[in-house]
C-alpha cells in the first residue's frame, strides 16, 4: 500500500499478522527534530520510507513479531572541514521484534542482536522512523572531498602575537635585585 506519510497509529500486531507492506515519501519539514538538526534547511527534500510486517516463529515454535523498516533521505548539514554545505545521503534498513512489554523489551534488548520494542496498538512508525533517520545521522559530517581548499592550522595570527607580547613576571623582581649590592 502506497500512502505519503507514515501512520502515527499503526496496530503492528494486526500489520505483522496480514504481513502488510506500507511504502511512502513524505517531506523533510514534517519531522519536527531532523528540521532541527538540518537547522531548518532542505524542508523540501523527501524522505522515502517502507515498512513491511512479518510473523516468524521462534525456536520454541512461539509467533515473534517483526516489523522490518526502510528509509532514505538526503540531508542537508555543514560539513565540519570546511564548514560549508554539504548533503549527506542517510540510508536506514533495521528490524525489529516487538514483545508484549516495556519491561521484556527493555531485558531482551541487552541481549540481543536485534532491536527489541514493546508491542503497542498506536505505535508511532512517524516517530520510529525519525528516530532511525537521526541515529543513522553522520556523528562528523563533512565532503569527501572540500570544494575549497581547507587550511589546517593549530592557531591562528593572533594567537602567536598575543603570545609574543606576553610579559616575564619576574622581570619587576630582576630590576629590584639590580639595585641592591651584596
Known sequence: MKQES???HLDVKAFAHAASTLAGHDLLSK???LMQEVQ???ADHVLNWSA???LRADEAGAEQIWLHLTAEVSLPLMCQRCLGPVDIAVSVKQSFRFVGSEEAAEAQDEESEEDVLALSQEFNLA???EDEVLMAMPVVPRHEECP???KLEVADAGFEVASAEKRNPF???AKLQGGKSS
Do not use: H, K, N
Open 6 to 8: 507514515p501512520p502515527t
Open 148 to 150: 575549497v581548499e581547507v
Open 52 to 54: 513491511q510486517g512479518e
Open 40 to 42: 531548518g534547511l532542505g
Open 31 to 33: 519531522y519536527e527534530r
Open 127 to 129: 516517530d520510529l522512523i
Open 171 to 173: 622581570a619587576v623582581l
